[in-house]
């Protein structure tokens, strides 16, 4: 049986809650030596994305929960990378 796990969330500017199509969200495992990438995703119309990661991709899924990070990138009014693990 094949275990899925679902990042979904929406990328905004704070003032204005407007959304930010067109940026690259990555969804990181953080371990502490190498941290894992578990997938990417490009934001859509009102910059909505969804990341599906597989229990695999984690290295030490069963050892302790994963601390996930996500990192933004690719916008012209940002800096060129942003990292957030905020959920809101």
């Known amino acids: 049986m094949k275990i899925t796990f679902d ?8 003032e204005t809650h407007a959304g930010l199509p067109g940026l690259v ?3 990181h495992d953080k371990d502490g030596r190498y941290d894992d990438l ?16 597989e229990a695999k991709d984690f290295r ?6 994963p ?5 933004i ?3 012209s009014g940002m800096p060129p990378t942003h ?3 905020e959920r809101t």
């Open 67 to 71: 601390g996930i990070y996500l990192q």
């Open 25 to 27: 969200v990555k969804a």
């Open 38 to 53: 578990l997938g990417s995703a490009i934001t859509g119309e009102g910059g909505r994305f969804a990341i599906v990661s």
């Open 7 to 14: 990042i979904t969330g929406t990328v905004t500017v704070a």
């Open 73 to 75: 990138s690719g916008y």
């Open 83 to 85: 990292l957030c693990n």
């Open 60 to 65: 030490d899924f069963f050892d302790r929960k």
